[in-house]
């Protein structure tokens, strides 16, 4: 009897456990009734008739994380590549992911590579690696077009990796010193230029500086120049001016006769001081008149002081000289 109780309440725990179920938050469930499509449950608190309904799925509702496999892929110039990726997705429809596809993983898998490789095929090498945004949103464009029948979006696809073999690796590396020693070469080459185009910018400046410099200077000078000519011309014209002015006073002529008298004495005086021969005039006989000439305008010149006798005296001895 108690065998039987004990049986009866376990009956009783199975019939309430296929009566009542609760989905997860994350879960969207599928019940069938008899085989056929009932509806998806929600997360939540459910009944369903026991013996009668059933949930034949379970999908998450969370965003999916798939790996793509590494395959190989040839672009456009005929190099092989080997390329991988994560493909990111979220299922929107359970009815659909549920009896539109057996296994939509491994659907998604199949379709990411395929359009990966016309994709990859439609590029050359260096294309690969310059539009990797372009070719993940158009590989993205195509799966979600295509498995829209699955109930299954996709929100994006990114390249994980492009390896080239090892022989377009080493052929690539050769590529890129050439292009470098390329580079420096042109940098050196552009350096070399400008450096010669300065110093000759400076020498052009220098040339400049100092025929400016040269050519103020002589203006300078010529300045300097004109400008004493003009000082001494005009002292000189003031000088004969004050001369020619003094010459018509009376006594002035006579004052000019002694004053060249003078000057010539004087400079006679020089030659015979610096000259080691004897110099004598050309003219000896003349040099007595010379003399007299100046004694007579020294005495015409000089201030009458005298008295009367005494000027009687000074005629008679010069008519005895």
């Given at each position: ?136 949103d158009k590989i993205v464009h ?50 070399d230029k400008q450096a010669r ?110 008295s009367t006798p005494s000027a ?10």
């Amino acid at each position: 009897m108690e065998s039987l109780f004990t049986l009866l309440v376990f009956a009783v725990f199975i019939l309430l456990l296929r009566m009542f179920r609760v989905i997860p938050m994350r879960a969207l469930a599928v019940r069938e009734r008899l085989g056929a499509f009932r509806g998806v449950l929600q997360p939540g608190f459910h009944f369903i008739v026991p013996f009668i309904d059933r949930i034949a799925y379970i999908h998450d509702s969370r965003e999916q994380v798939i790996d793509i496999p590494k395959q190989r892929c040839i672009t456009r110039d005929n190099v092989e590549v080997d390329v991988d990726g994560v493909v990111y997705l979220k299922v929107t429809d359970a009815q659909k992911a549920s009896y539109g596809i057996t296994n939509y993983n491994a659907a998604v898998i199949s379709l990411a590579q395929t359009t990966m490789r016309s994709e990859i095929g439609k590029l050359n090498l260096d294309d690969t690696f310059r539009e990797r945004d372009k070719i993940n949103d158009k590989i993205v464009h195509e799966i979600d077009k295509a498995s829209e029948p699955w109930g299954i979006k996709f929100i994006r696809y990114e390249i994980r990796s492009i390896d080239p073999s090892t022989n377009m690796l080493n052929t690539m590396e050769k590529q890129m010193e050439a292009e470098r020693q390329k580079r420096a070469d042109i940098t050196l080459a552009q350096g070399d230029k400008q450096a010669r185009i300065n110093v000759s910018e400076g020498e052009k400046r220098s040339a400049i500086n100092i025929s400016e410099g040269e050519k103020q200077k002589r203006i300078n000078e010529a300045e300097g120049r004109s400008r004493e000519i003009t000082l001494v011309a005009n002292a000189s014209a003031l000088g004969l001016k004050q001369i020619a002015s003094a010459i018509q006073k009376p006594g002035g002529m006579r004052a000019v006769k002694m004053r060249i008298v003078e000057q010539f004495l004087e400079e006679f005086g020089n030659v015979l001081a610096k000259s080691k021969l004897s110099v004598v005039p050309g003219k000896i006989a003349e040099l007595q008149s010379y003399f007299q000439g100046l004694s007579t305008l020294t005495e015409n010149t000089a201030p009458q002081k005298s008295s009367t006798p005494s000027a009687t005296a000074t005629t008679t001895k010069g008519g005895k000289a």
